[in-house]
């Protein structure tokens, strides 16, 4: 459905001093019906990827198509192949969630029965009907967030694309936009949204890790959790921040990563417990507790970012995650 071949964008040149490339080299594939999640923090090219898939922005290099619509040669095709929502309220305020969607209807032309059916389906299924005459800027942030699915879906497009489509709302929201994008996947529908929440990768048939522009893992979340080198143990001890201090400078310990009141550890297989134990012993850091532990996508997520970030080829200053 989707393919994409060492894309790149970048911004400034001319009348800028510095350029920066966004999109550094993207190649991926996403088969009709998938469920994909496109992972990282702010900064990692996951908008600029959306917005190039979305016919909006041009790449400054490489190739894609979307249902064999080159994203380049033929932009407006594309456009009535996919729902676009983007990561800001993109309808109009002061206009109401039936005037928003009837005004969607315009742009696509559907009018009559047709137009009328579909609006409420769409208010159906993203349980808008009592907020149907309340002017847009006066709902909540999740029912803003419904309110643009059900506009990116009023032309039953082939594809989706959602830049960040639950940030800034509350769980409730949150769990209840997910479970409409679950009733789309099970529909049929192509799927593509970005996060930077690591529970809701989790959900995705497969997910790419971006970092820097680039695309640093891209499989199923099971799998990437499985590439974690060694494993990882969970601790809690009497004095945590001297104790990752210490972790990161033991032999064998490959990441240590604060989660309020435990540090997780990934260590080399042939370490054990004990050896962990005495070298805290040493500094005089008591363990509470030690134990394996499974690993997260959000552990590996930080691992591969850390480990991308000091490689001797990477242009990253650090990482905040």
Not at 80 to 109: A, K, R, S, W
Not at 156 to 185: M, Q, S
Request: charged share 25%; proline share 5%.
């Amino acid at each position: 459905m989707i393919q994409v071949n060492d894309l790149r964008r970048q911004f400034g040149g001319r009348f800028r001093h510095q350029t920066v490339t966004a999109v550094d080299g993207l190649t991926l594939d996403i088969q009709p019906g998938e469920l994909f999640g496109l992972v990282g923090p702010d900064g990692a090219g996951k908008t600029t990827t959306l917005r190039m898939l979305a016919g909006i922005l041009k790449p400054t290099a490489g190739a894609a198509s979307v249902n064999g619509h080159d994203i380049i040669a033929d932009p407006e095709a594309i456009k009535h192949e996919l729902g676009y929502m983007p990561q800001q309220f993109g309808l109009y305020p002061d206009l109401t969630v039936d005037e928003n969607l009837n005004f969607i209807c315009d742009v696509f032309n559907l009018v009559g029965t047709e137009r009328q059916q579909r609006i409420q389906e769409l208010l159906d299924f993203t349980d808008l009907h009592q907020f149907r005459k309340r002017r847009s800027k006066q709902l909540s942030g999740g029912m803003q967030k419904k309110l643009g699915l059900a506009a990116a879906l009023v032309h039953r497009p082939k594809v989706l694309l959602l830049d960040e489509p639950t940030t800034g709302v509350d769980p409730v929201a949150r769990r209840e936009f997910w479970d409409i994008l679950t009733n789309l996947h099970a529909q049929g529908s192509t799927v593509i949204v970005s996060t930077p929440y690591m529970d809701e990768a989790e959900r995705c048939n497969r997910v790419g890790l971006m970092y820097d522009g680039k695309l640093m893992v891209c499989d199923t979340p099971s799998a990437i959790k499985r590439m974690l080198p060694g494993k990882v143990l969970a601790l809690r001890a009497d004095d945590l921040l001297k104790a990752e201090k210490a972790l990161r400078n033991m032999n064998g310990a490959l990441d240590v990563q604060p989660y309020g009141n435990v540090l997780n550890i990934i260590v080399e297989e042939d370490i054990q417990s004990a050896d962990i134990e005495a070298s805290l012993a040493t500094e005089n850091i008591h363990v509470t507790s030690l134990h394996p532990t499974p690993p997260r996508l959000e552990e590996a997520f930080i691992y591969f970012v850390r480990q991308y970030a000091n490689s001797p080829d990477s242009t990253a200053k650090g990482v905040s995650a």
